[in-house]
């Protein structure tokens, strides 16, 4: 078993601009199976407004168990990540909560499970779901444990899918930044053949890219392509 502490610390270790969402996830997860005692899976399901999908697994259990509460639209890591609370199932052949979903999961050898609400962001929520093949694997302390690294994953999370954003932008940005250049260029070949203004030139651009349905910045591509083969 790994070390609470020692967990909480690799977790402060992780270098966002140097590791991806994906991977700050399953660390997430696998830091958790391995830090409470009793856990045989792990998983992180996040939330959003419209959907919600597991985003690290560390099995196929685990990821499967996920599965069916989307699937059935109930269990206990929806019921964590909608109220942000801790759901602790100690017994699956006890429980009466979602039906359809724990006869599928105690068939599939689930015991019992244990999942942490996770605040990511005001638009998305998660879960923290630890899953055991063991009846009442998660006592007082495990619980505890859990609550405390959760407080801190989520916390990672958060950053991580800041980052993650942040990194998505700058690339639209970029690429944006790449077709107004191309757009320019294809400007200046109009203005030179054309004699015509900046102005001029850029509504030709636009009725070419309406004549022939094509975005803008494929047409002005097109143009630069055709004006820089040799002659």
Aim: proline share 3%; glycine share 6%; net charge negative.
């Amino acid at each position: 078993m790994t070390d609470p502490q020692g967990a909480l610390a690799e977790l402060g270790r992780i270098r966002l601009s140097e590791t991806s969402l994906d991977d700050v996830l399953l660390r997430v997860a696998t830091l958790a199976r391995d830090t409470v005692e009793g856990a045989g899976e792990a998983s992180v399901t996040l939330v959003g407004v419209r959907s919600a999908g597991s985003a690290a697994t560390t099995g196929d259990l685990a990821k499967t168990l996920d599965e069916w509460q989307y699937e059935n639209q109930g269990g206990p890591c929806l019921e964590a990540a909608a109220t942000t609370a801790t759901v602790l199932v100690p017994d699956v052949a006890r429980e009466t909560r979602w039906p359809r979903y724990i006869h599928r999961a105690a068939e599939a050898g689930l015991a019992s499970a244990l999942s942490v609400g996770l605040p990511v962001q005001e638009a998305v929520t998660g879960a923290l779901n630890l899953y055991s093949r063991r009846v009442d694997a998660f006592d007082d302390h495990a619980v505890t444990v859990v609550q405390s690294f959760a407080g801190y994953a989520a916390v990672a999370l958060a950053n991580a899918q800041s980052f993650d954003s942040t990194a998505t932008l700058a690339r639209q940005m970029r690429e944006a930044m790449a077709h107004r250049a191309t757009i320019e260029q294809a400007k200046g070949i109009i203005m030179a053949e054309q004699r015509c203004s900046p102005d001029e030139a850029f509504a030709r651009l636009s009725k070419l890219s309406q004549h022939a349905n094509r975005k803008l910045r494929d047409v002005a591509a097109a143009l630069v392509e055709q004006a820089s083969r040799p002659r």
